[in-house]
């Protein structure tokens, strides 16, 4: 499934009590630059295409059951087909897991976040879509035994926010200009992911309607938009750790209906 790390070079925060033109830069925690490394560098030795494949298909079918198969009336299915087609995924398995949204298997199936310890104390948001919740929460069960962890409310520990990426598109807009309009569209925080690529955090409650405002109005191209837990408190674990905590997300993620997990690893 799609992997929710990123990238920061530094964060840009809002402070309400100035223009849109001012704001400053505010180094993110380095809990996020620390997951990306980890996972990148993890996945160039072995994670398989096809891994890619079930990820990417579980965002665009999440997408599509939340807000329809019509692209132009879902931007966050949009971007997850966009993700889709720069990954090389065939557009049969696009398809497919469009039609599984509104298929029988899925007809009675709930969107359910779930909340343990990991190892070494990080705490885990576990998001799932499943049709069985005593199925889903034996096998997660299961894996929190394995890792001797526990179910356990750490919900607290986290904001649910909405997440965008976005590039200038057939804009010349500058960082700083899109930062601007970023800050105008109603985002809260924002960084610059390099490579012509900006990240938007915003209130969940608002995720579309930024949204449609940084690709219709500013004519950016929205590379992705998500609902994510962000760490409001963090775990402070060593790199050896770190390693044994991405281990265990993965293999929380292998299962059928988990879409996404997110950590507070700092």
């Known amino acids: 499934m799609q992997k929710f790390a990123f990238v920061s070079l530094g964060r840009i925060s809002v402070n309400s009590d100035l223009t849109p033109l001012h704001f400053y830069v505010q180094k993110r925690n380095s809990g996020h630059s620390r997951w990306s490394k980890i996972r990148h560098s993890k996945g160039a030795a072995d994670v398989r295409k096809g891994q890619l494949f079930a990820s990417i298909s579980k965002d665009i079918l999440t997408a599509a059951r939340e807000g329809g198969p019509d692209v132009h009336f ?15 995924m065939p557009k049969e398995n696009i398809e497919r897991a469009i039609k ?33 919740k005593n199925r889903t929460v034996k096998a997660l069960r299961n894996k929190f035994n394995r890792m001797d962890g526990s179910m356990a409310p750490v919900g607290y520990m986290f904001d649910k926010k909405g997440r965008i990426w976005f590039t200038q598109g057939a804009t010349s807009d500058a960082l700083e200009a899109m930062f601007e309009k970023a800050i105008d569209a109603g985002a809260e925080d924002m960084s610059d992911l390099a490579d012509g690529k900006v990240e938007v955090i915003c209130d969940f409650s608002q995720l579309q309607a930024v949204t449609r405002v940084l690709s219709e109005q500013c004519g950016y191209v929205i590379e992705r938009m998500e609902g994510t837990y962000i760490p409001n408190q963090y775990v402070d674990i060593s790199d050896e750790h770190a390693h044994e905590l991405v281990a265990v997300i993965e293999d929380i993620e292998e299962l059928d209906d988990v879409i996404k997990v997110h950590c507070n690893m700092s």
């Open 100 to 132: 599984r949204a509104s298929s029988k298997e899925y007809s009675n199936a709930e969107h359910v976040v779930y909340e343990g310890l990991g190892p070494h104390g990080v705490a885990l948001m576990i998001e799932c879509l499943t049709d069985n």
């Open 74 to 88: 879902n931007l966050r299915l949009a971007a997850a087909i966009k993700q889709a087609r720069q990954a090389d």
